[in-house]
């Protein structure tokens, strides 16, 4: 066996660590950079404890019975379950795993629903592998602040308030149309929905929101980056 086969005692620690560690599943339909984090992740773990998805609906698939999953990477711009209903599915199936969103996005909106439905932190693809080896390494190794954060392009983090109204998506539909003065029966035809089901929709918001009505729900929605930048035009 040659000198440079011999691993050192530094090597050998690294090796008994990645060993030691739980699975990691990453989540992502981009197959190019779903293959990346896989590679990335093999330095971490051992290979055999890396699992890849390409949707929600396979991850579950693929996870099901991993008893070690430690640590999901999920991107929230999936085909079929994505968004907030992703992180809360993710949440749900993987209670014991750190979960981290991994995504292009850069709207502030998307970050606060992913970190509000329970990701740990919301990762911008393009900070560098580096980086993204960092945070992977402190998540599995117990490391991270407790408070959820946004990790910026450059590696910064930006702390977040988690505890704020998460919606669903048709939720925040509604939110919109509320907020432009729509009345239950104009957003019942402007959405095809029964007015039965409108009403739901906007009692469960002013759940989420903590208020009664509509004047305060739209108050809350904004100072929560909850609406499109046009929402304060009239229909």
């Known amino acids: 066996m040659s000198e440079g086969s011999i691993p050192t005692e530094a090597s050998a620690d690294a090796t008994r660590c990645a060993s030691e560690r739980g699975s990691v599943l990453i989540v992502d339909d981009h197959p190019l950079y779903r293959d990346a984090l896989v590679q990335l992740m093999r330095t971490l773990v051992d290979a055999s404890k890396v699992l890849a998805a390409s949707s ?5 698939r693929v996870a099901a019975g991993v008893k070690d999953l430690q640590l999901v990477l999920l991107d929230v711009g999936l085909p079929g379950v994505n968004g907030v209903e992703a992180v809360t599915t993710a949440r749900r199936a993987f ?5 981290l969103v991994v995504s292009a996005s850069d709207n502030r909106r998307d970050v606060n629903a992913a970190l509000g439905a329970g990701a740990r932190l919301f990762v911008s693809k393009t900070v560098s592998t580096e980086i993204l ?3 992977a390494h402190a998540a599995m190794s117990g490391e991270l602040p407790a408070q ?3 990790i910026l392009p450059d590696g910064e ?3 977040v308030d988690a505890s704020q109204p998460t919606l669903t998506p048709r939720q925040r539909q509604i939110l919109q149309l509320l907020s432009s003065g729509y009345a239950n029966k104009e957003i019942c035809l402007r959405l095809g929905l029964a007015e039965v089901t409108v009403k739901m929709h906007v009692s469960a918001i002013f759940r989420a929101l903590g208020v009664t009505n509509r004047t305060q729900a739209v108050m809350v929605a904004r100072r929560n980056a909850l609406l499109e930048a046009d929402s304060s035009s009239s229909p």
């Open 133 to 135: 080896a960092d945070i």
């Open 95 to 99: 209670p014991s795993a750190v979960l």
């Open 148 to 150: 959820p954060a946004w």
């Open 157 to 159: 983090a930006t702390y």
């Open 56 to 60: 929600m609906e396979q991850a579950l």
